[in-house]
């Protein structure tokens, strides 16, 4: 009885889930990868798409993976987004957008977003609120000039190499461990309050020739 039921959830679940073939995409070039994926995954619905890996396809725009609401991994290395919001997929606990060229994204409150690689784009901002997940996060070779992490309480090793960084307050990250703040225009009473800090390794251009 208990094997019936199961199966009828899932025939139900599967049943009110959108075809992958009737979804209309905007960008023709996700279209192609996300079909390709499927058909080497035996996919049909949309719920069935939890991992998606596209790098160097041409793709310009996401807002066609509203429809994949259970996606969990998301690496579109390489494209040329320029403006990603993907706070409607709740389960991202990996996501790469790195070497594109957003000057936009959108990311709060993605509970369970695990890692994080956006190096390469245009970002002068990235809001981190209700990110309490985040272990790893790669944003160098951008333009921040303003930020704050202090919503990143699972934050371990974190990368801003080459931005436009003035400050950056790390304290009271309680499991960060290494940052690496490297050619940012940062004075030398900031590189000496955080020589201050224990127990974070804390890469910048004052103490760069010690981890050559």
Not at 58 to 68: A, P
Request: proline content about 3%; overall charge neutral; glycine content about 4%.
């Amino acid at each position: 009885m208990i094997g019936f039921f199961i199966t009828l959830f899932f025939f139900c679940f599967y049943s009110f889930a959108e075809p992958i073939v009737s979804i209309s995409f905007n960008d023709a070039a996700l279209a192609h990868c996300v079909k390709t994926t499927a058909v080497e995954h035996h996919w049909q619905n949309s719920e069935q798409v939890i991992k998606l890996k596209c790098h160097g396809k041409g793709i310009k725009t996401v807002t066609d993976l509203i429809h994949f609401p259970q996606l969990s991994y998301l690496s579109l290395f390489n494209n040329n987004i320029t403006t990603a919001d993907l706070t409607a997929l709740t389960q991202l606990s990996y996501v790469n957008l790195a070497n594109n060229q957003l000057t936009t994204l959108t990311i709060t409150n993605l509970a369970l977003l695990e890692t994080l690689y956006v190096f390469k784009n245009q970002l002068t901002t990235i809001d981190f609120s209700g990110l309490t997940a985040l272990k790893k996060l790669r944003a160098t070779n951008n333009r921040l000039n303003n930020l704050t992490i202090s919503p990143l309480i699972s934050l371990k090793k974190a990368y801003f190499f080459d931005n436009k960084l003035k400050d950056l307050v790390v304290k009271g990250l309680p499991k960060l461990r290494f940052i690496e703040l490297r050619q940012n225009p940062m004075p030398d009473e900031v590189y000496d309050r955080y020589d201050e800090l224990d127990g974070i390794t804390i890469v910048h251009d004052g103490n760069a020739d010690d981890w050559k």
